[in-house]
């Protein structure tokens, strides 16, 4: 892995709710994109309001980072790779402007020059070689990630994207694909609550014929645990046949506050669960179900 060093070269405002920062210089000329649609970056901000000045970290042998001794460390989150143009040593990443957090609160008063770090992205989005068809699910915070996977599904597989966003105005427009269909509801995303579950299990009904297709949701994780039961337990899908992907928690910035002020019994009781990193596809989605359901009962 390897940390690099992005500066902003212009931003746009795609919706009321949604900017589109171009980042490029010399820090991103190593930058290699795995051309996965959902493919995400962690980003590493500045840790005062200096806006330059950026405690990047050293990249590690087992593909973490450590921040340099004496240094302070740089806030770090996760954020999708909505377009890569190597040819102009470019990346755009989207950003939601909800009105809080670090992320959001750099990202609504970005400039040119202004400068952040981020790693070599990684890329979830794994479709079987039979692809016939794929449901793709999301709130506003997924919609790069959408967008980026509509222009890059192969012609002949039929898309329905199924968008959950706060209101019309939320959504930017996006690529306009033959096979692609296009739904919205409006709600959940912090405004009310989440209707993922919902619209997956509409989407994709018991009884449906699951040859061929894909299912990929993102979003707010807590709601995702429904999806995933669902998915697996219900529907019966095999771990290859889909994807959930976990984009933000309400109440992120206290999150792990709270888990730290468990018990130490739970807390190695929750880590013992994932001692077998040799699980396969099917065990982990499994286990994932199992640990995700132990941390509601604990109102995480």
Known sequence: MTIHRAVVARVRLLTSSMARITFHGEGLAAFRSTGVGDEYVRLFFPHGPDRTDVSLPDSTDNGGWVTPEGRPEAP???????????????????????????????????????????????????????????????????????????????????????????????????????????????????????????????????????????????????????????????????????????YWIPGADTWTERYRALPDAVRSELSSMWDNPSAAAEEAEDLTIRYEERLSTLGL
């Open 76 to 246: 770090v989150r996760t954020y999708t790779v909505r377009a890569a143009r190597p040819e102009d040593g470019e990346i755009d990443i989207d950003f939601v402007l909800h009105g809080h957090g670090t992320a959001s609160g750099w990202a609504a008063a970005a400039r040119p020059g202004d400068v952040i770090g981020l790693n070599s992205p990684t890329g979830l989005y794994s479709p079987p070689a039979d692809l016939g068809w794929q449901v793709l699910v999301s709130d506003l915070s997924g919609l790069p990630a959408v967008g980026r996977l509509i222009e890059g599904t192969p012609d002949g597989v039929a898309t329905r994207a199924v968008l959950e966003v706060p209101d019309p105005s939320c959504v930017p427009p996006l690529p306009d694909r033959p096979g692609v269909r296009v739904a919205r509801t409006h709600g959940g995303n912090g405004h009310g609550p989440s209707r993922l579950a919902e619209l997956v299990a509409a989407a994709i009904p018991p009884g449906t014929d699951l040859t061929g297709g894909y299912v990929w949701v993102a979003g707010q994780t807590n709601a995702l645990r429904d999806v995933r039961r669902y998915l697996r337990k219900e529907l019966k899908l095999p771990a290859e046949r889909f994807k959930v992907v976990g």
